[in-house]
């Protein structure tokens, strides 16, 4: 069995809509070719023999809106997600889209979405606009999580961290998404989110855009205290234990594209805390290579099971009657 954790679907809306992928100049947009739609989720799923799908929106499109336009397109995702879920009941599960910065409203959708909607969780941006999940402002937003006790999917907006140095080559993607990522996981752990909020269950996507390669890092300059006092300040301190210890309360996706960085994720938290997933669409071919990545790693068959579905429905609270392996799937 195989569940699919990470893969995107727009609403009909925003797929259809002429919005700017990309800010610099010489714009391009999806000119009515949106990849995001449920039924290349649906084509691509039956093609590589996955059982279940969780839909996510990643909202690119959120960075072109005005604020007052944002919480419209945030509901009419949730009430999309919550339609093809039941659509396809037992196929695909789906995530809201929240903006934790986002006020009061925000926080009122995302308990829609979980308590009216159905919905099994909750995707946010590592940033958004400038503004960090660990904000102050986002404080009534984990606490809402926690007392949902649904996962929390980090997710990387358009262009983040370093924006100004990534227009070319396609670096926003391959470079700026998951810095961005990486620096908003350590901000969450080292500003307290975790030791505050101890029950959250974080999913960081792409394995975290690198934060186990570092989290050495971050050890030593937790633990050098004032010895260190020419690297810059450490206060207001804000968590009783070393960075990795919160860093393993995570669970993290495979959507690595490389074997040894997502070895290296499975070695640092643990295969009971890593979830399969293949970012696919957009590029719905990367899917069977994310099977395949997940097949050719170095895991126990128990090991393997909890990465493909295991760990995946624990989080999504699915019973044994939701996880029945359909004709067109590979039963691994």
């Known amino acids: ?44 799923q039956y093609k590589a023999g ?51 910065c986002g006020g009061p409203e925000h926080i009122k959708e995302a ?45 990387p907006p358009h262009v983040g961290f370093g924006e100004e140095r990534v227009k070319e080559y ?20 080292v500003r307290g989110i975790l030791e505050d909020f101890p029950n959250l269950k974080l999913v960081g996507s792409h394995g975290g855009g690198g934060i186990c390669e570092v989290i050495g890092r971050m050890n030593y300059a937790y633990e050098m205290q004032e010895e260190a006092f020419f690297l810059g ?28 960085a997502a070895q290296m994720v499975i070695d640092t938290v643990g295969a009971d805390h890593v979830l399969y997933g293949s970012d696919a669409p957009p590029l719905t071919s990367l899917k069977p290579r994310a099977i395949k990545l997940v097949e050719d790693l170095k895991l126990s068959k128990s090991e393997r099971e909890a990465i493909f579905w295991g760990n995946a429905a624990a989080l999504l609270k699915l019973s044994e009657d939701g996880l029945v392996v359909r004709d067109n799937a590979v039963n691994h």
């Not at 893969?7 to 925003?14: C, D, F, I, L, R």
């Not at 700017?20 to 449920?38: D, E, N, Y």
């Not at 396609?170 to 752990?189: E, N, V």
């Not at 995570?250 to 074997?259: A, C, Q, S």
Request: aromatic share 10%.
């Open 1 to 44: 069995m195989i569940i699919e954790w990470h893969t995107h679907v727009y609403s009909p809306e925003e797929a259809a809509a002429e919005a700017h992928i990309w800010s610099a100049k010489g714009s391009q947009t999806w000119a009515g070719r949106c990849p995001m739609t449920v039924e290349n989720v649906l084509d691509a």
């Open 50 to 100: 996955v059982d279940i799908s969780v839909v996510s929106n990643a909202a690119h499109y959120m960075r072109g809106k005005s604020e007052k336009d944002e919480l419209g397109a945030i509901r009419t995702w949730s009430d999309y997600a919550a339609e093809l879920q039941e659509r396809y009941r037992g196929v695909l599960y789906g995530f809201a889209t929240i903006l934790p």
């Open 111 to 155: 308990e829609r979405a979980i308590r009216e909607l159905n919905l099994k969780g909750v995707l946010i941006h590592s940033s958004h606009k400038g503004h960090y999940p660990d904000d102050d402002e986002a404080r009534p937003f984990w606490e809402l999580m926690q007392d949902l006790d649904v996962p929390v999917f980090i997710h």
């Open 170 to 189: 396609r670096l926003a993607s391959s470079i700026g998404r998951p810095a961005d990522l990486c620096l908003a996981i350590s901000r969450l752990i």
């Open 233 to 260: 300040s450490y206060s207001p301190m804000k968590i009783k234990h070393e960075p990795e210890y919160y860093l393993k309360k995570m669970y993290f996706d495979t959507v690595t594209y490389h074997p040894p």
